[in-house]
């Protein structure tokens, strides 16, 4: 299983969007480096919903409910793949806080701030959740009450 971080815009398709749907295809991506991404993700992959725009935050985390796919009547080069609601995070964290971090701070997401799809590794992704956990701008181990 992979970890992977997906950044949609949320007057596009936010996490709450998602959350009433129940599952979304999630489609439009064009660069080429996020498609290669993109291609590599399985069911059961856990995901990162990012969003982009004012907001800038880790808001919820999804899971891929198929393998990714070319859809039918689309070029090889499209690529898409279902996704389904996990948790909304108890707090966003931020791209600032994310910048800040010395584990963090050399992660795709900060120093390919285009990239639509970006891949986790297991220790940023426990990093990221014990973010989650703390208050804004805290240490670690300073746990929100």
């Known amino acids: 299983m992979a970890n992977w971080l ?18 979304t295809t999630w489609d439009g991506v064009s660069n080429n480096l996020a498609l290669k991404n993109l291609r ?6 856990r995901i990162l919903f990012y969003h ?36 909304r995070w108890r707090r966003p964290v931020s791209l ?19 990239l639509s799809v970006v891949p986790v590794s297991e220790e940023q992704w426990q990093r990221l959740h014990q973010m989650e956990s703390m208050s804004p701008g805290s240490g670690v181990g300073q746990r929100r009450p």
């Open 6 to 23: 997906f950044k949609e815009e949320p007057t596009h398709y936010s996490y709450s969007d998602l959350e009433r749907e129940g599952r």
């Open 40 to 45: 590599q993700v399985k069911r059961g992959d």
């Open 52 to 87: 982009t725009g004012k907001e800038k935050a880790i808001v919820g985390e999804m899971r891929a409910a198929e393998d990714a796919r070319v859809p039918a009547s689309q070029e090889p080069s499209v690529v898409v793949v279902d996704v389904e609601p996990v948790r």
């Open 96 to 114: 600032a806080e994310i910048k800040k971090d010395p584990l963090l701070a050399g992660w795709e997401l900060v120093r390919l701030p285009r």
